[in-house]
C-alpha cells in the first residue's frame, strides 16, 4: 500500500463519515450516528499511521485531487513539519472521537447525526489545510473548517449564551480571512504562484505588511491577545467533545499557519521575533491571569488556551531573535520547546476539556461553586483530570514540565545574544514567563480542589456518577500520553536525532516509583490496621457541611486582590444585625466584580462605532433594492482597484 493510497483512503472514509448521517439529520433512525462515529475513529487511525511513518522516515508526500489552473488546485504535501501537525491532529480527535460514542447519548437522533457528520467535515479540514500545498487549498479549506466548527459552536442555538458566542466567533474568523486573503493576493503578485513557496524580490515595506497580515490572520485563530475574546466564549458553549477539538487542535492549525509563512516562507527578521515575543509574553500572562477569576469551569480552560498559545509563540519569537544573532544550537532548542508543547497542549488540553465535560455532564453545571466532593464519585474522572492539571502545571515527570523547561533553558541562555538592549528585554519575558508558570499551578490548585475534594456543594453533586467507559477510555488515552511523553521525553528527542540537553525523566521517575512503593511497603508493614471514621478537625465545630469549605471566590480573592489594575476589581458586601449598636451580626453577603477590559474597551466600542455608523447610513437613505446592490458593486470594484494599486 503506497502513501497515497494511505492519504486517499483516509479521505475517503472521512467523507463517507460526514455524508451517511446527513440524509438522517431530519427523521430519527437509532445507531447511524454510530457509523459514521466509527468510520471517524477508522480514518484518524490511518493518519496517525501516515503521520508516524513521514516522521520516523523523513519522507515527504506530495498528491493532487483537482488541479483548477496550473498553480490553483487542490494539490497537497506533507513534510514532516506538516505531519507532526497532522499526527497532533488525529490523535487528539481519535480519543474525542471515542468519547463521543456515548458523551450525547441522552440527545435526539436527529441531533446526534448532525454532530457526527459536522465533526468529520470539521476534523478533515483542518487535515487539509496543514496538507495544503498552495494558499488557494489552504483559503479554501481554511473557510470549511471555520465554517463547520461555527456550526457546531452553534449546535445548542436555543440558549442565549451560545448565540452571542456564535456571533463574536463568527465574526472574528471572518476577520482573519480578510487579512490572509490580502496576504496570499500580494504573494501571489510577487511570485506569480499560489503555491506555498519561498517569497523573494520583494520591498521591505511589503515584507513587513505581508508579516503583519499572516501574523494578525492566523493570530486571530489562535486566540492571541488581543483578537482573542472569541475563545472563551466559542469553547465554553460548544459541546465538550468539540471543545476538545478547537481547544487542542484548531488554534494549533493557526499555529501551523505562522510557522509555515512567518518561518519558512518570508524569511523571519529580528523585530518580528520581538513582537511575537511582546505578544506571546502578554497573551500568556494575562491568559493565566484572566482564568484565576474564572467559576465557569470551561471558560477556565478557555482562557488556558490563550496562556499556551502564548507560550508556543514564546518559543517562536526566541527562535526567530536567535537565528538573527546567528546561534543556531539555542534557535533550535527555542523552536523545538514551542513545538513540543505544541503537541503537549493538544494532548492535557484536550483531555481537561473532556474530563471537565464528563463533570458537566454528571453535574448539569459549569459553575465550580457548586461542584466539590466528586473524587468520591468520579474517581476515575478525578484522576484523568488530575493528570491534566499536573500536566498542564508543568510539574514533573509530566510532558508540560519537559517542554516548557527547554523554553526555560533557550531564555536562561539568552547572554549569548550579546545585544545589551535585546538581553534586558529577554530577561523581562523571562519573568512573566516565570509568573506565568507560577499562577497557572495555583489555578489548577484552585480548579481540581473546588471541582473534586471537599463536600458537595449541590444536590446535583451529592448524586453525580461515574460516566459510561467511552468518555474513559478517550481521556484515558490522552492520559497515557501525557506520562509517556514526559518520562520518555529524552529518549523521544534523541531518536530523533536531536541534542536538546533535556533532562532524562525516565530515571527521575524510577526513582519517584520505587519511593513510593517501599513508602506504601513500609505503611502497609508498620502502620497501624485498626481504623476509624471521623469528621475533619474543625476548631472545635462538630457537624461541619459545605458552607464552611474554602471556595472558588475566597481562593482567588488574594490574587484579585493583587492584580487589581488589570482587573479593576471592586468588593461589595452586605451586612445585617441583631442589635442598633451592629456588634451582634446576624447574616451577610459578599460579592467580587471584576472589569472585562477587553471586552468593554476594545472590543464594545468598535462595535458600537460601526452599529451607529451603519444606522445613520441606513436612516440617511431611501432606496429600493437594485440601489443597494449598485452600491455594493462599486464598493467591491473600488476595493479591487485599491488591492492592484497596492500589489
Keep these: 500500500m503506497t502513501l497515497n493510497t494511505v492519504f486517499f483512503s483516509g479521505l475517503a472514509i472521512f467523507i463517507i463519515a460526514l455524508l451517511v448521517p446527513l440524509p438522517f439529520v431530519r427523521r ?22 501516515l503521520s508516524l511513518f513521514l516522521l520516523i522516515t523523513g519522507q ?6 483537482y488541479q483548477i489552473i496550473p498553480s490553483a488546485g487542490f494539490s497537497f504535501v506533507i513534510d514532516r513539519l506538516a505531519a507532526f501537525l497532522i499526527f497532533t491532529i488525529s490523535i487528539v480527535s481519535l480519543c474525542a472521537g471515542i468519547y463521543s460514542l456515548t458523551y450525547e447519548k441522552s440527545a435526539p437522533e436527529n441531533k446526534k447525526c448532525l454532530m457526527a457528520s459536522l465533526t468529520s467535515f470539521f476534523v478533515l479540514s483542518m487535515l487539509l489545510v496543514v496538507a495544503s500545498k498552495n494558499t488557494f487549498s489552504l483559503l479554501f479549506f481554511w473557510e470549511t473548517m471555520s465554517i463547520s466548527s461555527f456550526f457546531l459552536v452553534m449546535f445548542d442555538h436555543e440558549q442565549k449564551l451560545t448565540q452571542k458566542s456564535g456571533l463574536f466567533y463568527f465574526i472574528m474568523t471572518q476577520m482573519s480571512t480578510v487579512f490572509l486573503l490580502f496576504a496570499f493576493l500580494a504573494m501571489y503578485s510577487a511570485t506569480g504562484s499560489f503555491d506555498i513557496q519561498p517569497v523573494s524580490g520583494i520591498s521591505s515595506g511589503m515584507k513587513a505588511l505581508l508579516f503583519l497580515c499572516l501574523f494578525i490572520g492566523f493570530g486571530i485563530k489562535a486566540g492571541v491577545m488581543p483578537f482573542h475574546k472569541w475563545l472563551p466564549y466559542a469553547h465554553s458553549a460548544s459541546p465538550s467533545n468539540i471543545s476538545a477539538l478547537m481547544s487542542g487542535v484548531m488554534i494549533k492549525v493557526a499555529i501551523y499557519g505562522i510557522l509555515r509563512f512567518v518561518l519558512f516562507t518570508l524569511g523571519p527578521e529580528l523585530w518580528w521575533g520581538i513582537l511575537i515575543l511582546v505578544f506571546g ?12 477569576k474564572e467559576h465557569d469551569l470551561k471558560k477556565l480552560l478557555a482562557y488556558h488556551s490563550i496562556e499556551n498559545i502564548g507560550i508556543i509563540l514564546l518559543g517562536v519569537g526566541l527562535y526567530i531573535i536567535f537565528q538573527s544573532f546567528n546561534l543556531p544550537d539555542l534557535a533550535l532548542l527555542a523552536l523545538a520547546g514551542g513545538l513540543f508543547h505544541t503537541l503537549n497542549h493538544a494532548l492535557f488540553k484536550s483531555l481537561l476539556f473532556l474530563t471537565a465535560g464528563s463533570v ?7 459553575n465550580i461553586e457548586e461542584m466539590g466532593g466528586l473524587i468520591k464519585r468520579m474517581p476515575v474522572t478525578g484522576m484523568l483530570f488530575l493528570v491534566g492539571a499536573v500536566s498542564i502545571s508543568a510539574l514533573p515527570p509530566f510532558n508540560g514540565f519537559v517542554s516548557e523547561l527547554m523554553i526555560f533553558q533557550a531564555f536562561f541562555r539568552s547572554f549569548q545574544v550579546g545585544e545589551p538592549f535585546v538581553v534586558v528585554f529577554l530577561f523581562v519575558a523571562l519573568a512573566m514567563f516565570a509568573l506565568t508558570s507560577a499562577l497557572a499551578a495555583a489555578c489548577f490548585v484552585k480548579a481540581f480542589g473546588t ?3 471537599a463536600l458537595p456543594r449541590s444536590k446535583e453533586a451529592e448524586k453525580a456518577n461515574e460516566v459510561s467507559m467511552p468518555m474513559l477510555i478517550g481521556p484515558a488515552i490522552l492520559a497515557v500520553l501525557c506520562v509517556v511523553l514526559g518520562i520518555f521525553s529524552f529518549q523521544i528527542i534523541s531518536y530523533a536525532g536531536y541534542d ?3 533532562p532524562d525523566l525516565l530515571t527521575v521517575g524510577v526513582f519517584i516509583a520505587i519511593f513510593l512503593v517501599l513508602t506504601m511497603v513500609t505503611v502497609v508493614l508498620t502502620g497501624n490496621r485498626k481504623s476509624r471514621i471521623s469528621e475533619t478537625w474543625g476548631c472545635g465545630l462538630t457537624s461541619q457541611n459545605s458552607r464552611m469549605e474554602y471556595t472558588a471566590s475566597g481562593f482567588s480573592e488574594p490574587i484579585l486582590t493583587i492584580f487589581r489594575p488589570i482587573y479593576r476589581t471592586s468588593k461589595l458586601s452586605q451586612r445585617s444585625f441583631s442589635d442598633k449598636t451592629e456588634s451582634i451580626f446576624r447574616n ?20 458600537g462605532f460601526i452599529q451607529r455608523l451603519s444606522s445613520k447610513i441606513a436612516d440617511s437613505q431611501d432606496v429600493d433594492l437594485d440601489t443597494h446592490i449598485l452600491y455594493a458593486f462599486i464598493t467591491i470594484v473600488v476595493l479591487l482597484a485599491i488591492a492592484w494599486w497596492v500589489l
Design 28 to 49: 430519527s433512525i437509532k445507531g447511524i450516528n454510530r457509523i459514521s462515529q466509527w468510520l471517524h475513529i477508522l480514518a484518524n487511525m490511518l493518519f496517525i499511521f
Design 60 to 65: 515527504s508526500l506530495q498528491t493532487t485531487l
Design 281 to 292: 509574553s502578554v497573551s500568556a500572562l494575562l491568559g493565566v491571569v484572566y482564568a484565576l
Design 360 to 366: 458537566v455532564h454528571a453535574t448539569g453545571t459549569r
Design 451 to 453: 471541582v473534586f475534594l
Design 500 to 502: 536538546l540537553a533535556t
Design 588 to 607: 451577610g453577603a459578599g460579592q467580587i466584580k471584576t472589569f472585562k477590559l477587553f471586552e468593554e474597551r476594545i472590543y464594545m466600542p468598535v462595535a
